[in-house]
């Protein structure tokens, strides 16, 4: 179906920045949403932002002004550029995607998440 796959990841100091990565493979026929969510130990998956064909982007109040989402259709992958990295950013990243495939399906699809750690 659509598989998706997490990267850049990993451990760095708060002020820091870290670009995550998810590149969506199938039948992508065109991408409809693609949008970042975390989860931090103890707590509920949120929304991080979201970024819609032909609507706004969206963004947590936390990360607003820090963190940037964008997307490359061509090559089926979305970024979340975060910046300014605070300790509460520590959480699990996880890409989502909505997406048509060449009969016009819509499929949702969830990566596998990918751990970001901010230590202070």
């Known amino acids: 179906q659509v598989h998706l796959v997490e990267s850049g990841g990993g451990s760095v100091q708060a002020g820091r920045s870290l670009r995550l990565s998810c590149a969506a493979s199938?039948?992508?026929?065109?991408?409809?949403?693609m949008g970042w969510y975390r989860q931090a130990p103890g707590k509920q998956r949120e929304l991080v932002a979201r970024m819609p064909s032909g609507g706004s982007t969206n963004y947590a109040d936390s990360v607003k002004g820090r963190f940037t989402i964008s997307r490359d259709n061509a090559k089926s992958t979305v970024y979340l550029q975060m910046d300014s990295l605070k300790p509460e950013d520590t959480a699990v990243y996880y890409c989502?995607?909505?997406?048509?495939?060449?009969?016009?399906?819509?499929?949702?699809?969830w990566g596998q998440g990918t751990q970001v750690t901010v230590s202070s």
């Open positions: 199938g039948s992508i026929f065109s991408i409809d949403v």
């Open positions: 989502n995607t909505q997406v048509r495939t060449l009969f016009n399906r819509v499929i949702d699809s």
